[in-house]
């Protein structure tokens, strides 16, 4: 018979590998015999315990972590009654052990005083046990045993190694600031790149515009250090690369890998491009100011560029005088103001290159208008009726374009002006303008002015001028002139004693005059206009007309109501005589025919009413007719009234 086992749990004891055993009910137990794998069974070959557990458990750094343990006895008939078991955790960095958990048919505790007091459990069913711990720990990676004892029915260990993944933080890539000649012989340092804080340590790979980098001799060498921190591992990559002048337009990047449970990813760091030295290859100049055609007054600047960096300075030359170094800003060349004289191929070569082919070239060309000839030049007097040729010419480097102008009105285009049947609205200034259509700021200009000779002419096309006037009035009387020279004005007026001259104006070839005068009989009045060519007269005819007083005008406002008022009675009294009428006719007192018109003649002597009636309706037809007639009068009749248009 086996005796039961104590109640009360065994302490727990550091087990070496040939350890002393296991106290259980204050008895020491045999140690078990263990072989590679570190697991035992007592020396039954009858009796077997049959133990599963996971190779590896994977898990995140604060995540918990699940390790099953999994036994049965594989003769059922000798079931234990008594089992026992325990958790073990690896030392770290020994080959010791430490027990973290112990189970029996009676107690279940977990031991105190180890990193895991607080943070494991188990989950006990009938296939086994399942351990957990949380919150998993960087120094959680190490070996867990689980050891089942049946006793006499046997006993078996197994284990599960912990392993814990923290991914680092994402690389830093970092170029170096200086640029890098194509000229070195030796790789040269590009970039780093450091990934800190993973678990386990991560691994470094560097790209050049997508495509990985590898160590190549002489062309690529990669630097990888990897330091520890609170267990936490960083590394940090240098890459070290010869480059070329194609590496100008490079991105270079870096990508750590690292391992998650069950798989491995990859973040990639941003792109960097690099500074590159290289000499000058090809050398480009071109006019930058103004935009378009050149003209004689503007600031040209002509600007250098090449394809070496850093940029070259470069010298400035004419192609005519090579040797004569321009003077410069930089870059650019600055020519103000410029004329025609500047106009040539212009180069600039660099100096970081001693082959003469290498330089830029541009062609100048500057435009030009010169000023505008005009003949006759200044001024031509020319007589009444003449024709006249002016001419205006301007040499340019484009074509050009002329208009003739007079008072701001266009008067001809072309180079030509015809001037036929000179009069005297032909004298005044005649002004060319010449452009260039394809360069509008160049433009010039000339004048000629133009004066026409002969006698007085009036403005006006009539010679005599015949009016009627009030008496009394004051009228004004005009006259103009045009000729050259100037002519002069004079007046003789008869029939008028007060009169006066108000306006006397003359300008170039115009002379006016305006004299002022009382109409109080029949005026003749004649202007005389003349200088040394001639004389020319105008006629004035006035008439005087009496003034005559009217009365006071008929107000249609004042009468209208009248003549409402009489239309309504005349209406009224024409139906009370067509009653009256009709009453007399049923009554037989009028007879038809002739007679009886004679009847009713004589009925109206000697009725009272009805001549009444005949008496008012006399005077109220009249004035009826005349309100439907309007302004008619009535034969025999005279109106008379307060208003004197009724007639």
Known sequence: MRSSPSRTAPKSNMDSQNGPGVVLAGALLPAFPRDAKGTGSWPRPWAKVELTMQESVEVFLGDPAHIPCQHNFSDASSEPSFVMIQWFVGAAGSSSRMRIFYSDDSQRMVDNGTDYSGRIELQFDQQGTRLTVRDVRLSDEREFFCQVNGLAAGSAEGKTQLRVFAPPKAPVIEGVSAGISVTNELPSKVASCEARNGFPKPNITWYRNGMPLTSAPGRVNVLMLVSQSGGFYSAQSTLEYKVSKEDKDA?????????????????????INITVHYPTTMVELWKELPQGLVKEGDTVELRCQGDGNPPSPFIFSREQEPDVELEKSGDVLILSPVSRKDGGIYQCRPLDTADETIKGEVQLTV?????AVVVPRDSEVMLKGEDLTATCNALSSLKTSTVWFKDGQQVGQGNTLHLKDAAYETTGEYVCEVTVPSLPALHASGSVHIIVQGGPQLVG?????????AAGRMVNLSCEALGHPLPSITWNIVGSQSWHEVVSKANDHTTRSVVSLKVTSDVSALCNASNDMGTEVKFFSIKAIPRVTSAAPFTPAEGSGVIIVVIILCLLLLAVLGSVLYFLHKKGKIPCGRS???????????DDIVVEMKTNTKNEDAVLLKALNGDKKVPNEQVTGPNPHWS
């Open 251 to 271: 991105f270079f990047s870096c990508e750590v890998s690292f391992f998650v449970p069950a798989a491995i990813r990859t973040v990639e760091s941003s792109s």
């Open 461 to 469: 096309v009539q010679q005599e001028v015949q009016q009627e006037e």
């Open 367 to 371: 435009h030009y208008l010169d000023p």
């Open 596 to 606: 009886g018109k004679q009847e009713i003649t004589k009925e109206k002597t000697k």
